[in-house]
């Protein structure tokens, strides 16, 4: 008996979101293709121009947005952000700081602590 390895693939959606870039940016043999798990690999061990230049520069999807924002992707939707930003746009309102951004920021730096202390509260009932 012989084991048969079969290659798992991917849409480029998922494959997209695993790389952590909008789908809409890559390019179309990206987009209308399959994506292996090898070659999803590969993409991640040595990324060609294209995926450098869209994680440096954008059009970023909403997790990465919502990161770099430091803020969570609801938290971008109450913002009213719900198109993909560059990274220049990003900056733009690092830098802006608008009254929205600054809430959410709070809010979340709120949810991380309160997060903390309920895993503490339960590693200390455990321990």
């Keep these: 008996m012989t084991s048969h390895k079969s290659t798992q693939s991917m849409?480029?959606?998922t494959a997209a979101k695993k790389l952590?870039?909008?789908l809409e940016a890559t390019p179309a043999e990206f987009r209308e293709g399959v994506v292996t798990r090898d070659e999803l690999s590969a993409l991640q061990?040595?990324?060609p121009e294209w995926l450098r230049e869209l994680r440096r520069n954008g059009p970023h999807p909403r997790p990465v947005v919502?990161?770099?924002?430091?803020?969570?992707?609801s938290g971008l939707a109450r913002g009213g952000v719900t198109e993909?930003?560059?990274?220049?746009?990003?900056?733009?309102?690092k830098k802006d700081s608008p009254e929205w951004l600054q809430k959410e920021r709070a809010t979340q730096?709120?949810?991380r602590k309160e997060a903390?202390?309920?895993k503490e509260k339960n590693a200390e009932q455990a321990g």
């Design 66 to 73: 919502a990161a770099r924002l430091g803020v969570s992707i």
């Design 45 to 47: 061990a040595d990324p």
């Design 11 to 13: 849409k480029p959606a």
């Design 20 to 22: 952590g870039v909008y």
């Design 116 to 118: 903390v202390r309920i």
């Design 109 to 111: 730096a709120e949810v």
């Design 84 to 93: 993909p930003l560059t990274t220049e746009q990003i900056d733009a309102l």
